[in-house]
């Protein structure tokens, strides 16, 4: 007790001002556009350690000395939420921001229809949880500002404390109505804190067990009994309490207002996972074996300072000072973000209904909605402290407080089942989440609250023994008869087991409103939604004017310009107001939403855009559950039935590719033996004709043979060339009229030098004047080559060739039929390959493309060429070549 | 190119599997979670037993928090990935 009050008011003072420093700081250079750190998944994460208040900071440790293991519970509910975030946490976040919601409160009532009732009715039950709460902080502040310098007034000490918070947070917590928009400063200030806590009390653990010589020297010696705390720990009290605080870090109102509304990217949940549940394992790491420590050292010390009075009894001020800051840092925090979230409620779910009210009768245009609103989310935060100050006075600074923190837990867990249900259950219903509400409430207050004052407050003590009146069935710590269960699990059984049976019950009982189901639809499938398709006003009465006259008095001058010049781009207008489509007027609600809660938004637009907000039919097409499942199921459907169509597409494309690229090799191959082949006699004649002794004569042959190999290596590159061309399709062919019966002569003679060399007899066509579209060189190059064909190989020892000509199908077939035996069925497939020879073709006659160019030629004219059979089993060609039209 | 877009659609089907499967394990791990840290299991080491020299419930609790810590933070980037972010 060596420090004086001078010094340790010295260091509060300086403290303190240290916080404003860097809240000052930093909403400056976030409102240059400077957020760097601000916007890391670390500072959220530390943001939410606003859960370790002083009554974990002290608390906890008073609590293992006395109850053993039980206050792990107390972060172990926590822990199970965040490992579980992907299911509950990202869904809250997720509606939180897509909806504009500005608290717990906010996020219920909008969820049941935007109802009023519902959001004062959780406002109020918010206040009521916290002011206790915030008088426990006072009161935590108080005592160790007392252990540290003293007997100093603790009422003084609990009001500047108070006055100091409620400046603090009215300066850096109000700067903007949008409840959406961080605060910035504020959260870089909890981060600091946050920090300092963690710090201070891995400090003094770390002092506590090494000055006893090490972790496992602490235990020495102490029986397990005093460790775990007493035989019955891991029982019902157990899940209760791990249950009440994972129920806690969802319901607070802080908790809510860190997690969900202060979220600025969804992804920090990923990191905040993980990352808060290894801040609360570190703030519980040394909690034994400093209760262990100060139930040896100080047995006559209250277990709840001993992470002040250890340090101080070892005459360590320097490391008291710093858990006096840990503390100090605790119970702020918690102030200011509780202040903030209450006072968000309290203005938009109790002013600002009166003053939409009030805005009915006055001017439209009068009176700015936005400073009043501001105005009174100040004096509320002053109300909400002023509050907490007031019940620490009057509580006198009891050990009951100390049992506060379960009771607020209890107390904010009324909210589960209505919270739960809205997000995960389209049938919930409004009337279902006011009557459990309000049952868990009264049940709640009569089971835990007023008892825990011990017959100051409304129930005298003799009640709370006997019951009222002496009705034993009516004993608040016994309802209805029930004994041998834990007060706190008694109490909860009662409230919430009745809340949540009542909010089931008469959710199935009674119907919902459209405006509900369309919000509970909204809030149901958030993961399937796109949002703004809610259409949710009869646009007729709605004036563009109003509306932005509504939306300067709520979001400022500059911003409503803003927001509309925005819609009005979207909406495709260059200039002026936006059109009041139902799309523009929900959009414009969801901002007002964000500013003043989803409840006073709406009956604000309401007001101006006309009272008779919903289309039954637009909802329905909108909200109504069957048809939006066959819908979704109808489009799941289509898309997987367009995806194998698309994948078995791909693969057949693939297929074709895989073979024409297997064709082009093998093509490629065969176009260079083709060619190696002359080349190959060109270059040893030619090395022949180099030498001297060879004579004159060879010379002349081997000459001639050179230039009959060049030729037909040229002949076999024009057939490359051309093949390729009328693949590719980039060979045009003029089609004009030609005379069929011409054609076919010419042909034939330019074939007879070779029939009279073999001498073979030709049967000509009869054929009347037929006029057919074709190309006529190319005509007759197909009917050349199928006539030499059928010269080269047959081998008949009376060769004969018959060509026939006959119209039919506005085409004109020409067969080429020879008596050479033509092709086997087997190699009728491969003929129309390239370098396909005929199983009797000798070498030297052509490399094997003449065919398969024909038939592409005959394709480019619009005919064809294809091998035929006769009932003898003999192959004929058959060239189909399209008529002229008369 | 027509292979690369088959090797795509493979890709995204795997993913899907992918994404289950985190998701699957990130459930487990919650359950794991629950049923190791409440009775009667969370009591099993409620004996005057020491591991290390410190009491073993206490260790047992610690041991299943921090394990817990890890696998979750495993999990984490994975099922962010896993779900597909609103615009913003």
């Known amino acids: 007790m060596s420090l004086s009050v001078d010094v340790l008011l010295a260091i509060c003072i300086a403290y303190v001002a240290a916080l404003f420093g860097i809240a000052f700081i930093v909403d400056r250079r976030a409102s240059r556009g400077q957020f760097s750190w601000l916007r890391s998944p670390v500072v959220y994460t530390l943001s939410i350690s606003v859960y370790c208040t002083s009554w974990t900071f002290y608390g906890a440790v008073g609590s293992a000395a006395r109850n053993g293991l039980e ?67 006072l009161q935590s502040v108080t005592r160790s500002y007392q252990a540290v310098a003293g007997d100093a007034d603790s009422t003084a000490t609990a009001f500047w404390v108070a006055a100091g918070m409620a400046v603090f947070t009215i300066l850096f917590g109000t700067r903007s109505l949008d409840a959406n928009e961080r605060h910035h400063g504020v959260v870089a200030a909890i981060a600091v804190e946050a920090i300092v806590k963690l710090f201070a009390l891995l400090a003094v653990g770390i002092f506590v067990v090494w000055g006893a010589g090490g ?10 009994e005093l460790v775990y705390g007493g035989e019955e720990i891991f029982g019902p009290r157990w899940a209760t309490l791990t249950f009440l605080s994972a129920t806690a870090i969802i319901c607070l109102p802080r908790q809510f207002q860190v997690t969900v509304v202060e979220n600025v990217d969804e992804r920090h949940l ?41 340090p101080l009894a070892a005459g360590r001020d320097d490391l008291a000072l710093l858990a006096f800051l840990g503390g100090f840092s605790s119970a702020t925090s918690m102030v200011i973000v509780a202040a903030i979230a209450v006072s968000t409620m309290v203005s938009n779910h109790v002013v600002a209904p009166v003053a939409i009210r009030l805005m009915a009768t006055g001017h439209e245009t009068s009176g700015d909605l936005r400073s009043l609103l501001l105005t009174a989310r100040r004096v509320s935060i002053a109300v909400v402290l002023g509050l907490g100050f007031l019940y620490f006075q009057l509580s006198g600074g009891s050990d009951a407080l100390a049992a506060i923190g379960l009771i607020a837990f209890a107390g904010v867990a009324q909210f589960l089942p209505s919270l739960l249900g809205g997000i995960f259950w389209r049938g919930a219903t409004r009337m279902g989440a006011l009557v459990g509400l309000v049952l868990g409430a009264l049940l709640w207050a009569y089971t835990l609250f007023l008892p825990s004052f011990d017959g100051g407050f409304l129930l005298s003590k003799d009640m709370i023994q006997n019951g009222p009146w002496g009705i034993e069935m009516l004993r608040p710590r016994a309802l209805m008869g029930l004994t041998g269960l834990d007060p706190l699990v008694h109490a909860l059984v009662w409230s919430l087991g009745i809340n949540a049976l009542a909010f089931l019950v008469i959710s199935v009982v009674t119907e919902s409103g459209p405006l509900e189901r369309l919000q509970g639809a909204q809030f149901v499938d958030i993961f399937r939604m796109d949002m703004g398709s809610a259409a949710n006003f009869d646009t007729s009465r709605a004036s563009a004017e109003d509306l932005f006259i509504l939306a300067q008095r709520i979001l400022g001058r500059e911003p409503a310009r803003r927001l509309f010049d925005e819609i009005a781009k979207r909406q495709g207008q260059a200039t002026g107001l936006p059109m009041p489509t139902p799309a523009m007027i929900a959009r414009l609600e969801r901002e007002l939403a964000g500013s003043v809660g989803a409840a006073s938004a709406h009956a604000m637009v309401g007001r101006v855009a006309g009272q008779a907000p919903i289309g039954v039919t637009e909802l329905i097409d909108i909200a109504d559950e069957t048809q939006r499942l066959i819908e979704t199921s109808r489009q ?33 191959s065969q176009v260079s033996h083709e060619l190696r082949t002359p080349m190959t006699s060109i270059r040893s004649l030619s090395e022949l004709l180099a030498e001297e002794e060879t004579d004159p004569a060879d010379r002349q042959r081997f000459a001639g043979i050179i230039h009959s190999e060049s030729q037909r290596l040229t002949r076999l590159l024009d057939e490359i060339l051309d093949i390729s061309r009328l693949e590719a399709g980039t060979m045009t062919v003029a089609l004009e009229p030609v005379d069929a019966g011409q054609a076919i002569e010419a042909a034939l003679d330019t074939v007879s030098g070779m029939t009279r060399t073999q001498d073979i007899r030709i049967q000509r066509p009869e054929l009347e004047a037929t006029t057919v579209r074709a190309n006529d060189d190319r005509l007759r190059q197909v009917l050349i080559n199928l006539l030499s064909n059928a010269v080269k190989y047959n081998t008949h020892p009376e060769p004969e060739i018959n060509l026939t000509a006959s119209p039919r199908n506005q085409m004109l077939e020409i067969d080429v039929i020879d008596n050479g035996g033509g092709v086997p069925r087997t190699e009728a497939a491969t003929v129309f390959e390239k370098f396909a020879r005929g199983s009797g073709a000798g070498t030297n006659q052509g490399a094997g493309l003449g065919l398969p160019i024909s038939r592409a030629i005959m394709r480019t004219m619009g ?10 089993n003999s192959s004929f060609f058959r060239v189909r070549v399209p008529l002229a039209e008369v | 190119m027509m292979r690369s877009l088959t090797k795509l659609m493979d890709d995204r089907a795997g993913q899907d599997r992918k994404n289950r499967k985190t998701r699957d394990r990130a459930f487990i791990v919650l359950i794991m979670g629950i049923v190791l840290l409440m009775p009667p299991l969370a009591g099993i080491f409620q004996i005057d037993a020491r591991i290390l020299g410190l009491p073993a419930t206490l ?12 696998a979750t933070s495993m999990l984490a980037r994975a099922l962010m990935r896993s779900d597909t972010p609103p615009e913003s």
């Open chain 1, 71 to 137: 206050f792990i519970t107390i972060y172990l509910g926590p822990t199970l939420v965040f490992v579980g975030w992907f299911w509950l946490l990202r869904k809250l976040v997720r509606i939180g921001r897509a909806h504009r919601i500005t608290s717990i409160a906010d996020l219920i009532s909008s969820r049941y229809g935007k109802s009023p009732s519902l959001a004062v009715l959780v406002t109020l039950m918010a206040l009521i949880a916290t002011t206790p709460y915030i008088a426990l902080q």
């Open chain 1, 215 to 224: 972790l496992t020297e602490i235990f020495d010696e102490v029986p397990a």
């Open chain 1, 270 to 310: 990923a990191t905040a996972s993980w990352l808060f549940p290894l801040y609360l394992l570190g703030m519980c790491l040394f909690i034994v074996p400093i209760a262990i420590a100060g139930i040896q050292t100080l047995p006559d010390g209250n277990p709840d300072l001993y992470v002040l009075t250890l």
């Open chain 1, 636 to 668: 799941l459907t289509q898309k997987s039935a367009e995806l194998e169509r698309a994948a078995r597409q791909l693969r057949d494309a693939n297929t074709r590719l895989t073979t024409l690229d297997a064709q082009k090799d093998e093509f490629l």
């Open chain 1, 863 to 872: 005919g064809d060429l294809s091998i035929e059979f006769t009932p003898e």
């Open chain 2, 59 to 70: 260790v047992y609790l610690f041991l299943v928090w921090a394990g817990l810590i890890l």
